[in-house]
């Protein structure tokens, strides 16, 4: 039996989807000691966190899912309550319950060299020793709140759209939101028929395509039910589907010309004014930005109610926000769809390694990880949703990917019976420069001069991956063999 004081295996940090995918992985693997912290009240993550009015995913349900937890989605597009529904059941599913602490955030995560285990320190002011550590933090997770003058001065309610006022009624009320983002599209739409005015601000405006989502009919749901290879051969068309539409990043493809094209030709019948079809068509290429999927933000833009002000607010005052042309507009209510801050990884707590190396000094201004996965000098630590892993089409399948190499890792040393598996510094440099040299070839559009979370002050494109999920797939399965490293010291 263990000691009390001996360390615990695994910690795991987060509880949404990439936490749940690496419990239910440690626990196929044979490993049980493990502690999911999540610093909420329950799992799920972004969608736990985000309970905005029409908040749903852009991916397709049964994509944006575990391959190991099919469900019998009712909609081509899961709702916020859904996947967080989704989140419990995976949990129930596997018996993970017991495994997660919830309302306990994790403060700092430091490197023992001589006892060979982690310090995890957490809220309750706890401080436990953990083999191997592995973050699911997530990347859309710390709102990044604008420093607009006067911003603490407004008189009405003001809130990010990932820390929304439920119990806020916004009936009769004059709505100002600021960002048309993937946020803001859903938003628009669901709060304009009941405010009395909503003006949305656009500081830039982004290639938006109609989502096309849908109930499933009985018999589509009787026959996923019922034949689990046809729903396997759908979900693997939706991701074929997503690799011929990847190519359209080449600026220099066909497909990207055809992108440009089909969103022209939806603003063209989506938007009855031409003043307003002016506002929203794009000067930069199609996938500079992340593409928005939304059937009902155009349509909302017509309503005799909303006002699309193409302008960037530059402060706010007591009655409500002025633009760059300095027109004060009045509100009772803004919303800030003023996105997050992807770059500033694994910023929620500290992370420690060898020689007491911390890891955002580590990084500088160009976080980088091998499959974005592992770091040199933070040994036994992994990282899910970490540089360069965004993408893929599902986030889902990459997380699942990503868990599979830190379990793979974990279980090496457990049967070397090393101490450490560590990343080899040479190899994380030739990854880097993999993955620019693939920015550049395949995913060109996205440097292609628009306003992007993908950019850290480096100028350095640290969020996206540049291919497939395929192609993560396959390096997941290969790489690590070479770049890690097992010690016993």
Not at 35 to 58: A, F, H, I, K, L
Not at 206 to 235: H, I, M, N, Q
Not at 336 to 356: A, I, N, Y
Not at 406 to 427: C, G, H, M, N, Q
Request: hydrophobic share 40%.
């Amino acid at each position: 039996m263990m000691s009390p004081d001996a360390p615990g295996q695994v910690a795991i940090i987060g509880g949404g989807f990439g936490g749940i995918a690496a419990a239910v992985k440690l626990q196929a693997a044979g490993i049980g000691d493990f502690t999911v912290y999540e610093q909420s009240p329950g799992p799920g993550g972004t969608w736990w966190d985000n309970r905005y009015p029409g908040c749903e995913v852009d991916i397709p349900s049964h994509a944006y899912s575990f391959s190991f937890a099919p469900r019998d989605w009712p909609r081509t597009h899961a709702t916020q309550p859904e996947l967080k529904a989704y989140a419990e059941s995976v949990i129930e599913q596997f018996g993970l319950r017991s495994r997660f602490r919830f309302g306990v955030r994790v403060e700092s995560v430091t490197w023992d060299d001589a006892a060979g285990h982690h310090l995890v320190r957490t809220s309750d002011g706890a401080q436990r020793a953990y083999r191997f550590v592995i973050s699911a933090v997530g990347l859309l997770s710390v709102p990044r709140y604008p420093s607009w003058p006067g911003l603490e001065d407004f008189a009405g309610h003001s809130f990010h759209t990932s820390r929304w006022e439920e119990e806020l009624d916004l009936t009769g009320r004059r709505v100002a939101i600021v960002g048309t983002g993937s946020t803001s599209v859903q938003i628009v739409p669901a709060i304009a028929p009941q405010v009395e005015r909503l003006r949305v601000f656009q500081r830039e405006p982004g290639w938006v395509e109609a989502k096309g989502e849908r109930a499933f009919t009985p018999a589509e749901r009787a026959l996923f039910r019922r034949f689990a290879p046809l729903r396997r051969l759908y979900r693997l068309k939706l991701f074929l589907q997503s690799g011929r539409r990847f190519k359209a990043y080449d600026l220099a493809g066909r497909r990207q010309r055809q992108m440009r094209e089909l969103c022209l030709r939806y603003i063209a019948t989506a938007v009855h004014d031409p003043e307003v079809r002016a506002a929203v068509t794009p000067a930069y290429p199609w996938g500079c930005k992340r593409p928005i999927f939304a059937s009902g933000f155009y349509p909302a833009l017509n309503r005799p109610n909303v006002e699309l002000v193409p302008h960037a607010v530059t402060k706010v005052t007591p009655k409500g926000v002025v633009d760059e042309r300095g027109v004060e507009h009045e509100a009772d209510v803004l919303i800030l769809s003023t996105g997050f801050q992807p770059t500033r990884f694994l910023s929620q707590f500290g992370v420690t390694g060898r020689h007491g190396r911390d890891l955002q000094d580590f990084w500088g201004d160009r976080p980088r990880a091998l499959l974005g996965t592992t770091v040199p000098g933070f040994p036994n630590f992994f990282i899910l949703y970490g540089p360069n892993t965004n993408g893929g089409f599902s986030i889902i399948a990459q997380l699942e990917r990503q868990a599979e190499i830190a379990v793979r890792a974990i279980r090496t040393v457990r049967r070397r019976r090393a101490k450490l598996v560590d990343t080899r510094p040479r190899a994380l440099e030739r990854h880097v420069r993999w993955l620019d040299l693939q920015l550049a070839r395949h995913a060109s559009a996205m440097n292609s001069g628009c306003n992007n979370y993908y950019h850290s002050a480096s100028g350095a494109n640290v969020t996206q991956w540049p291919r497939t999920h395929a192609v993560y797939y396959l390096l997941s399965k290969i790489l690590p063999r070479f770049a890690l490293v097992y010690r016993d010291r």
